[in-house]
């Protein structure tokens, strides 16, 4: 072997060590402040929009944007953003709820640049109820969307997790980062969930962390609400029964990242008319709305492509997209989590029966903890039902919500003997905490446990015991 390849090589290596040790999924790589509002604030502003049924704000939040690494499934990392928001409450550890947006093209349009604005309603309601209400809130941006290059990998399942699990890991490395004054912490619980584009994102990412993540992630409930998870199914024989989509830049980008990300984009005249061939790459951009491209659609969305290979499409399941369609179909597994599918009935541009038939597939491959809930018909269509179904999510989360204390060392919502004995056992032993774990036992807030901890713990199981009675 010459001199010259044997430096390659090593130059390679070094490379990949470097990149190993630089490029860690789920890195924080920066944060900004964005807002704080007290709760008395938000009660005012959600009362306004949700009226009678806006939940009880119970606490201050503070909102960030956050910037972290991921490594994708192809092995590149890539730089993502996302947008968090938490109660202001140090004495309390709090449970994680990853909410999973819905379709947006416009990076200005995605959590972390939006914040609490007004102009995203979607993202503005979701953070203040759920932080309020005792939950840190984190919104994935996607890649593609907001601080990612490249183009959104539209309904692709494999690329939502690494979003959103390397988003939970840069929340958790923030905590700690944060002065004790506007810190946050969290506790065992981890909740999934996300309307439309992010129904799918969410049960994508269930599925791939129970696959191989479980350990890390131990989720406590699940919640894809209105997604297209059977793709190869019920989305083709609707996509093919109709003559008329009201959103029909949904199908086109659909079938540009796709091809995108499973053929190339040099091959868009293959599959295209000449006009869409030469406009959909501009178009997706990151800086038209979807009524803009709308309006240069046609009724039928399939209609931009070109006729023989939409008579492929018909026909041959070896068509590209229908190979690309079905391979992005989530039904050929089995939930172990908690999780309610839920949909309404008058969905008219995800169907319903994407819920039904996932319900049913799940079910018959042993699925003991599946629910589905259909939305009645008088929420209306997909935008009119979504907040009738995240509303019904939210109250389904808090009867599993747990907020934790200080001396609570299991993290079980109690205060008793058996956190007291865990305190001792750790103390004695080589065993480490997690980090909810150890903030729980730092009773003193000295950053460490020790003696004092365990007279403190002493005295608060006692009150806690003599209240009770």
């Known amino acids: 072997m010459s001199i010259n390849i044997m430096k390659w090589i090593k130059y390679f290596i070094i490379l990949q060590l470097l990149n190993t040790l630089y490029c860690q999924p789920g890195k924080l790589i920066s944060y900004e402040h964005k807002v704080s509002a007290s709760n008395s604030d938000i009660q005012q502003v959600v009362d306004v929009i949700l009226g009678n049924n806006a939940p009880l704000a119970l606490y201050n939040m503070s909102m960030y944007s956050i910037e972290y690494e991921i490594v994708d499934s192809q092995g590149s990392s890539d730089t993502l953003s996302g947008l968090v928001s938490f109660p202001v409450d140090h004495t309390k550890s709090f449970p994680i709820a990853s909410y999973q947006h819905g379709t947006t093209i416009e990076d200005d349009n995605v959590p972390s640049v939006t914040g609490l604005n007004f102009n995203n309603l979607e993202v503005s309601i979701i953070s203040m109820i759920m932080s309020t209400s005792g939950y840190i809130i984190i ?4 890649a593609g969307l907001g601080s990612s290059d490249g183009y959104h ?7 939502y997790t690494p979003a959103i699990t390397n988003m939970i890991r840069a929340v958790k490395q923030m905590s700690g980062e944060l002065d004790i004054e506007n810190s946050f912490m969290y506790n065992n619980q981890l909740y999934l969930f996300g309307y439309s584009e992010g129904g799918y994102a969410t049960l994508a990412a269930q599925r791939d962390i129970e696959f191989s993540m479980i350990n890390e992630f131990n989720l406590t409930a699940s919640f894809p609400i209105a997604g297209p998870y059977d793709l190869s199914g019920t989305m083709v024989d609707f996509y093919l029964s109709i003559n008329y989509y009201a959103q029909p830049y949904y199908v086109a980008n659909v ?39 709308n309006s240069l659609m046609p009724e039928n969305p399939i209609e931009i492509l070109l006729p023989d290979v939409i008579d492929d499409f018909t026909v041959n399941n070896e068509n590209l997209f229908r190979l690309t369609l079905e391979e992005n179909t989530l039904l050929d597994w089995t939930p172990i989590t908690p999780t309610y599918l839920m949909h309404a009935i008058g969905d008219d541009i995800i169907p319903i029966a994407n819920a039904q038939v996932a319900y049913n597939s799940f079910i018959n491959n042993g699925a003991e903890s599946v629910n589905l809930i259909e939305i009645p018909l008088s929420a209306g269509g997909h935008e009119d039902a979504a907040p009738v179904c995240l509303l019904e999510a939210l109250d389904t989360i808090s009867t599993y919500q ?12 109690l205060l008793n003997d058996i956190d007291y004995d865990l305190l001792i056992e750790y103390m004695l032993s080589s065993t480490i905490f997690n980090l909810s774990e150890s903030w729980a036992g730092d009773i003193d807030y000295d950053d460490r446990l020790s003696i004092f901890d365990l007279l403190l713990l002493e005295d608060i199981i006692v009150y806690a015991s003599n209240r009770s009675n």
Request: proline letters at 5%; glycine letters at 10%.
């Open 153 to 159: 990998p539209y309904i692709i399942a494999e690329t």
């Open 402 to 413: 747990i907020i934790n204390v200080k001396g609570d060392t299991n993290l079980d919502g």
């Open 255 to 293: 079938l540009f990242n796709h091809l995108d990300y499973y053929d190339s984009l040099d091959n868009l005249g293959e599959y295209f008319l000449p006009f869409w061939a030469d406009t959909l790459a501009g178009l997706f951009d990151g800086t038209h709305s979807g009524t803009f491209i």
């Open 139 to 142: 919104l994935p941006d996607y």
